[in-house]
């Protein structure tokens, strides 16, 4: 028989601070502890009455992306108590793409279990998570999509762009774009100096299509933010605004029940792959999507997406695939203006995070008007998806080549390999002059994947030799296990599955071998037999990389390939229920 509470007011329910009790051995005791510590903080009873909605609060010195997060909060905190709702913002890890070695992703799983589990401990009805900078959302829906409570994404916004000798500069293609001069000796010192200075304009997330304005886009097709969450810069109204409502929005769903499984569909994962090719969205939105859907059960068919590819031309005229920046693009309308040249294509049923589906948010958004930044759909920027999905002898779980940013004369190309057996073996040589390299070679970089580095870093942008690059080329065909920035751009395959580090086909390529890239025929290939390939792999068996202790030994035991999101395999859904898109 369930024990009668004693405590005033105090009836054992599953909601608010009456939420997940600390094990006592005593349920009333329990809560009268927690009720008494609550109040040492200033609370009184109406107070802890109301629906709990956790704030996740990822502010931190070493990550400027989020510097706008204090006011946030608060934007935060008033929607909430507006609504009837009482905020508590507590911490979690926090990541930045520049502050994070040996790269950020090796850390995105941490900060997914950080999230799962504080979601778990503590008494909450329902969550806003406020991330930005590109592991930190995938890592937010990651956590919260295996705690599986009402949740809500907050985006902290992009960063304004500056302004170098007259010229509009923004993080980080413009980054990359003047360092390919600097290394060409087209620009000295004082000026490199100079133009590093106007990068980065302001608090908020990289201002190109890189992965954190990806992931903004494509959390919003995943119907996860309030409509217009994805594309307010960092510092403006807009984004506060956005902030009030997504807290109000909070209480509502704890209300309703809204849980996230309700919102992570396999109609919402194809609406977020559709964006993703749609938007010239960056390669790592794909590995990071296969992860938060393998959290749900499900797969992403990367063959489907190749095909979804050729009905969806890129329409956002965005660097790298374009123009124009997110403050553009959020001018134009944002979301809504995409959707509404995408609908036909878009799972309209797909419901969202406001209790609506998305075609009623695109009905409410009302009719577009002249801008210049999202193409119509019959005058794409690029004919078909930004993203192709290649196979062949060299990557049989497959690979991946940003089309949209690659160069049209290199996609179809055989060429001669020259090859780094890692990073270190790349920054050695690859600006000697000694180095054995023409502009018609592939540049081949190996232990770069999940393990290899480990972490899969975003070296896969590999330089263009400095001997070639002072002569004026500019783009030269690349293939590694590892991922690249979304604001890099170049002939470049990435995501070679199964990667080096683990014995994958990439693990023997030798200097001198021929390898064929056909993006029209989807296929990466090395030009020799599968007799050499074996005899190669048993005369240089591979040893995988191992840890004694800590996270990197979790990590090295764990992680899965590019194909599954990089995740730990026991963070995945228990159980797998299909693939997405359905057939
Ligand atoms: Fe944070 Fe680019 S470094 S979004």
Not at 33 to 58: H, W
Not at 151 to 158: F, K, R, V
Request: with cysteine; proline share 5%.
């Amino acid at each position: 028989m369930t024990k009668k509470s004693k405590i005033p007011n105090g009836k054992i329910s599953e909601a608010g601070f009456r939420k997940g009790l600390t094990s006592y051995g005593d349920k009333d005791f329990s809560l009268f502890l927690r009720k008494a510590f609550i109040k040492g903080a200033g609370y009184t009873n109406s107070a802890l009455d109301r629906p709990v909605i956790g704030i996740i609060n990822t502010g931190s010195a070493y990550n400027p992306c989020h510097g706008n997060m204090p006011q946030l909060i608060e934007a935060v905190k008033r929607g909430i108590l507006l609504a009837g709702g009482l905020p508590m913002d507590f911490p979690t890890i926090s990541i930045h793409e520049s502050f994070a070695a040996p790269t950020s992703m090796y850390l995105r799983n941490l900060m997914s279990m950080d999230t799962e589990e504080m979601l778990r401990a503590q008494p909450m009805d329902a969550v806003v998570m406020i991330g930005g900078c590109d592991k930190t959302v995938p890592a937010q829906l990651m956590g919260a999509a295996s705690a599986n409570l009402p949740a809500i994404q907050l985006i902290t916004g992009s960063m304004l762009t500056g302004s170098h000798r007259s010229e509009r500069v923004g993080a980080c293609t413009d980054c990359r774009r003047y360092w390919a001069k600097f290394r060409a000796d087209e620009i000295d010192e004082q000026e490199i100096d100079e133009v590093n200075d106007k990068l980065v304009a302001s608090v908020g997330t990289c201002s190109v299509m890189g992965t954190a304005s990806t992931m903004a886009c494509i959390v919003e097709a995943l119907g996860m933010t309030v409509p217009g969450g994805a594309s307010p810069p960092a510092v403006t109204s807009d984004r506060m605004r956005i902030a009030e409502e997504t807290g109000a929005r909070a209480v509502q769903m704890a209300k309703d029940g809204l849980t996230i499984d309700k919102i992570l569909t396999s109609d919402a994962f194809e609406n977020a792959m559709r964006v993703l090719l749609a938007i010239g969205g960056s390669t790592n939105g794909i590995v990071h999507l296969a992860a938060i859907a393998g959290r749900m059960g499900l797969e992403i068919d990367l063959n489907a997406l190749d095909q979804m590819g050729n009905e969806t031309p890129v329409l956002l005229d965005l660097k790298p695939s374009g123009d124009h920046y997110m403050e553009n693009f959020h001018d134009a309308g944002g979301m809504a203006t995409l959707f509404r040249e995408l609908k036909p294509l878009l799972k309209l049923n797909a419901l969202t995070v406001t209790g609506r589906t998305l075609g009623e948010e695109i009905e409410a958004a009302g009719p577009g008007f002249k801008q210049d930044v999202v193409r119509e759909f019959n005058n794409p920027i690029y004919p078909r998806g930004s993203i192709a999905v290649l196979h062949g002898n060299l990557a049989p779980g497959g690979a991946i080549i940003k089309q949209s940013a690659a160069n049209e004369r290199l996609m179809e190309h055989e060429g001669r390999a020259v090859v780094f057996e890692n990073s270190e073996d790349l920054i050695q040589r690859i600006d000697s002059p000694d180095l054995d390299v023409t502009a018609d070679d592939i540049l081949v970089l190996k232990n770069i994947g999940p393990k290899g580095a480990p972490g899969m870093p975003e070296a896969g942008y590999i330089p263009i030799p400095m001997k070639l690059s002072r002569a004026g080329i500019k783009d030269i065909v690349r293939v590694s296990d590892g991922r690249m920035s979304g604001t890099a751009f170049g002939t470049i395959v990435l995501h070679v599955t199964p990667e080096s580090a683990i014995g994958g086909p990439l693990a023997h390529v030798r200097n001198g071998d021929r390898i064929r890239l056909s993006v029209k025929n989807r296929e990466i290939s090395l030009l020799i037999s599968d007799e050499e390939l074996i005899k190669r792999s048993k005369e240089h068996p591979i040893k995988e990389p191992s840890a004694d202790r800590g996270y990197l030994k979790l990590f090295l035991d764990t992680v899965t390939q590019a194909d599954q999101g990089v995740d730990f395999d026991f963070l995945r859904a228990a159980k797998m229920i299909g693939k997405t898109p359905k057939k």
